[in-house]
């Protein structure tokens, strides 16, 4: 992972647990606990996720306050769900281990699962 | 002429060989023998249409030595051709069908591929914000009650498990699941389904090539699963699909009548029949190459030969 995706992703870790809206302020003396950072760079990563829609903002004085769209719950679910969506139409972006299955399907495989361990376990008698 | 109608015959005759070639059990029994067959039916029958096109666009033109010799012949044989009406139809037709194909595969090619960096990029990010390593450092996880496992082709290669597959799975199949997705990353697979994708998106009403589609998409899963099962028990790679397919959502929209490949997967590792002997796996390469070389041999053939009836003097009347 790239140096600003981790930055992005301790921000929006930092922006969820907290329970309600924070200044780049907040974030930036959360952050500097464990590492040296300038404000610009928080504020530019900031600015960038609010672009991406993944932070609101409402000016406060001269700054803004930031607060996440969605939960991280709410952002994991759409994310799955698109990475569900693929089923057996899929793309060249991900590979599945497995297409999603209907149930009486899921039910056959089962069964020859179990047949087959059978058998294995009766030839090694 | 006549080429070029050798040549389309072929190509009606290649494929419409695709539905009696996806009969059987060969291609599951050497998925990757299989994949390389599909993908020359491809191409063999998109090159034919396409150097038909030209053949007919472009008559055959004597081979000559020097520059102003072929500029001669070419105005010769130009103007044989738009002499009759019929001739300059045949070229138009030529040339147009040559341009159609070829920009038509380029363009959802392109396209295929742009899509495809695009839902690529968005899904890193995600990743990023949602994934956390595994202490072992092999794969990403990320917090979902739905079990799924699937990889990330690309500059980082990432493999994903959600929290409830990897409660589904134990130690052994959990190596066999990254083994599978390791597979399809170290043997490119996803370039393999991009092209087979394009070119069925590029002409959706040609069965051989949504045929090519969906057998190429299920072969590259059985090539995977029996790569996993080579430093893993077949049967830890069966067990670890039915529980991932017992964990994992329920399909949101009705699949096709055909059902899916995951039957097919889990019966042919848990009775796997023995690979294609040597006899036939080198008959379906041969034929692959074949079906490669085929369109190209036909179209230079007429070239070739001028060239041929020149080098030998006989039976070509002296220049001089």
């Not at chain 1, 907290?18 to 504020?43: C, F, H, S, W």
């Amino acid at each position: 992972m790239h140096r600003l995706g981790q930055l992005e992703s301790a921000i929006m870790e930092r922006m969820w647990s907290r329970p309600g809206p924070a200044a780049v302020r907040d974030i930036l003396e959360d952050i500097q606990r464990n590492r040296d950072i300038a404000y610009m760079t928080v504020k530019t990563v900031m600015d960038t996720l609010h672009r991406k829609g993944l932070l609101d903002r409402e000016p406060d004085g001269r700054a803004f306050r930031y607060r996440p769209t969605q939960t991280r719950e709410q952002y994991a679910a759409a994310h799955m769900q698109e990475v569900l969506a693929g089923g057996s139409d899929r793309t060249a972006t991900l590979l599945h281990f497995l297409e999603q299955i209907p149930a009486d399907e899921v039910a056959q495989l089962r069964a020859v699962l179990d047949r087959a361990e059978q058998d294995k376990t009766q030839a090694s008698k | 002429m006549i080429g070029a109608l050798l040549l389309i015959a072929y190509a009606v005759a290649a494929a419409g060989a695709a539905p009696l070639l996806r009969k059987g059990t060969w291609a599951e029994r050497s998925p990757k023998v299989g994949i390389i067959v599909w993908q020359s039916l491809s191409v063999t029958v998109i090159a034919s249409v396409v150097l038909a096109g030209v053949m007919l666009a472009v008559p055959a033109m004597p081979f000559t030595m020097t520059l102003a010799d072929f500029l001669r012949a070419c105005v010769t044989v130009l103007q044989e051709q738009y002499s009759t009406p019929g001739g300059a139809v045949v070229t138009t037709a030529g040339a147009f069908t040559a341009a159609a194909v070829m920009a038509r595969t380029g363009y959802c090619l392109f396209s295929e591929f742009i899509s495809a960096r695009k839902a690529h990029r968005s899904q890193s990010r995600s990743l990023a914000l949602l994934g956390r390593r595994d202490p072992s450092g092999r794969f990403l996880i990320v917090e979902h009650q739905t079990a799924a496992a699937y990889c990330l082709p690309g500059r980082n290669n990432e493999i994903v498990l959600t929290s409830a597959a990897l409660g589904a799975l134990d130690e052994d199949q959990r190596t066999a699941v990254i083994a599978h997705e390791k597979a399809h990353l170290r043997a490119r697979h996803h370039i393999i389904v991009a092209v087979a994708e394009a070119i069925h998106r590029a002409f959706p009403r040609v069965p051989a090539f949504s045929i090519a589609h969906s057998e190429i998409a299920r072969l590259i899963e059985m090539d995977a699963d029996d790569r996993a099962a080579r430093s893993n028990a077949r049967l830890t790679v069966a067990t670890a699909m039915v529980r991932l397919a017992e964990a994992g959502p329920a399909p949101s929209a009705a699949l096709g009548a055909g059902g899916t490949s995951a039957l097919a997967r889990v019966r042919r590792l848990a009775t796997p029949s023995a690979p294609l002997g040597t006899l036939h796996a080198f008959l379906a390469v041969s034929a692959a190459t074949v079906m490669l070389v085929l369109p190209l041999a036909v179209a230079v053939a007429p070239a070739a030969s001028t060239a041929y009836a020149q080098t030998c003097p006989t039976g070509f009347p002296a220049s001089t």
